[in-house]
């Protein structure tokens, strides 16, 4: 009888046990976030203390960059005289299937190992940072993709991020930043439960117009000017309509005729942005490191002909990387000389003419980026550029000249709206309208697209966006349905003369599409 009393006792006693250590041990949780891709994933920050042999370990999928912020907490933590705890801490980054990296995880690991003695789970509170080995909380290139990208899933509402970082991230609006210089504040913050926000919302300094309480931004900044641009009456009036409703427009010409002065200077006439658009090209800066202006113009990129197609679309046997579409996403993306593009690059670029987005397949990777791109191509005649000269003769055989026009398919030419034959230079030439009075004219445009409730310009509508938006009177409905028979168009042929004169007939204040807006319209389809 007393053996079993006695041999009860130690049971009782170890359940005891096991009770205690469940109320001492204490899992906290703060939240983060990582790049998969283009796309933030949450991250749940969570570490147990448990008695054993001291170490400090992280688990679910760190990277190195991680791993080594063991060693920067720890050193943090001394330097401003806390006493790091002998036990064993575990951090655990969850979900864990997902790979982590960024050394913007060094705050939360720093600042959950500093409360350990503390139970608390603030719920909605995002915490971000580097951290120096004197306490110092830093910024990283991450912060700025990391926090949109949240914000554009609405997945936050407040963060503690690096005081230095409010430069940048104060241009997100609809989240409350709580800004921290030293490790000490964030943790005085968070032992005390108090999260107001202490950064003001940034103000853009550019001219701008609200329409139906939305607000756009434009700059009045003319760097090349379309009068330095002699003669070329039909190029100039094609690159208007163009940067009107963001059509993709295609240029050939002799050498020297203006065809690379016309697209570059096409950038500065562009559209009017909201401020979605500005932090989304901000975004694709600092994935390519870049410190972005923020200033409200469009971006032109015009990679040489040599490109790798990595280099353009993007790729990388890891992790992916964004490439030159990307960063041209809501401007211009320019191929001069397009003939001598590779052919793989050329069909390539028929996905993101279409679908506005890019998919890049790896083995560790898998993602689908935006590239709202208005194209712009210019090519010569023939290879030795001569062949609609009327004053140089060509040298090229006719073999030649085949084999140069067959370089682009007829799939990819079908995805262009606009085509301009460029005039030969003549001696007589005169400038006869500025970037001023074109950017006047692309604006009020602009205010008639989206008045009329248009998600999207002209050039970017959609199948059924065209039938609603881009309607024909009478007359110029006949005119089209003669131009299909007479030329045989295809089906996307005649989508685009619909967008075109949609924009024709905005820029010329109609409020349906007239018989001289399709005319118009149908002068700038490709001859085959």
Do not use: W
Request: glycine share 6%; proline share 4%.
């Amino acid at each position: 009888m007393n053996a079993k009393v006695d041999s009860g006792t130690p049971l009782q006693n170890s359940s005891n046990v096991k009770e205690k250590s469940k109320k001492e041990a204490i899992v906290n949780r703060l939240t983060c976030a990582t790049l998969e891709g283009v796309n933030a994933k949450v991250i749940e920050v969570e570490a147990t203390f448990t008695k054993g042999l001291p170490g400090f370990a992280v688990v679910g999928l760190a990277s190195s960059d991680i791993q080594e912020a063991k060693e920067r907490v720890k050193s943090a933590l001394l330097t401003n005289e806390f006493v790091f705890p002998p036990l064993k801490i575990t951090v655990n980054l969850s979900p864990s299937d997902i790979k982590k990296n960024g050394t913007h995880f060094d705050l939360p690991l720093a600042l959950l190992v500093a409360l350990n003695k503390q139970s608390f789970e603030e719920e909605g509170l995002f915490v971000f940072g580097e951290l120096g080995l004197d306490g110092r909380v830093k910024s990283s290139s991450m912060l700025f993709p990391l926090i949109l990208s949240l914000k554009e899933q609405g997945l936050i509402k407040r963060a503690i991020v690096p005081k230095e970082a409010i430069v940048y991230l104060s241009h997100i609006s609809g989240v409350d930043f709580i800004a921290v210089d030293t490790l000490n504040e964030a943790i005085v913050l968070l032992s005390k439960g108090e999260f107001q926000s202490n950064v003001k919302k940034f103000d853009y300094d550019a001219k701008s117009f609200i329409l139906d309480t939305t607000p756009y931004y434009y700059e009045e900044r003319y760097e090349s000017d379309f009068l330095d641009v002699k003669g070329q009456r039909v190029a100039k009036r094609a690159a208007l309509i163009a940067a009107a409703g963001m059509h993709n427009l295609f240029m050939e010409g002799n050498p020297g005729c203006g065809k690379s002065m016309i697209a570059k200077r096409i950038k500065d006439i562009l559209p009017p942005m909201q401020e979605e658009e500005l932090l989304s090209i901000a975004k694709h800066q600092f994935l390519d490191g870049q410190t972005p202006s923020f200033k409200a113009i469009r971006p032109m990129r015009s990679p040489h002909h040599t490109a790798t197609s990595a280099s353009i679309f993007g790729g990388g046997s890891g992790q992916a990387k964004i490439g030159e579409v990307a960063l041209a996403s809501k401007g211009i993306l320019f191929f001069d000389e397009i003939p001598h593009f590779s052919k793989q690059v050329l069909e390539a670029m028929r996905e993101p003419l279409q679908d506005k987005k890019v998919h890049i397949a790896r083995v560790n990777a898998k993602i689908e980026y935006e590239a709202d791109i208005m194209f712009v191509a210019a090519q010569n005649p023939c290879p030795c550029g001569n062949l609609l000269s009327k004053v140089q003769a060509c040298r090229c055989t006719e073999v030649e000249i085949k084999r140069y026009a067959n370089k682009l398919s007829d799939p990819f030419l079908d995805r262009i709206d606009l085509f301009v034959v460029m005039q030969e230079v003549q001696s007589g030439d005169k400038s006869d309208v500025s970037s001023k009075a074109m950017h006047k004219a692309v604006i009020e445009a602009f205010k008639r697209q989206k008045q009329r409730k248009q998600l999207r310009l002209n050039g970017k509508l959609a199948e059924d966006e065209i039938e609603q938006y881009c309607v024909l009177r009478s007359d110029a409905e006949t005119i089209l349905e003669s131009a299909i028979s007479k030329f045989g168009l295809s089906h996307r042929s005649i989508a685009s003369i619909k967008k075109i004169g949609r924009t024709i007939a905005d820029l010329n204040g109609h409020e349906l599409i007239e018989k001289k807006d399709v005319l118009e319209a149908l002068s700038y389809r490709r001859r085959k």
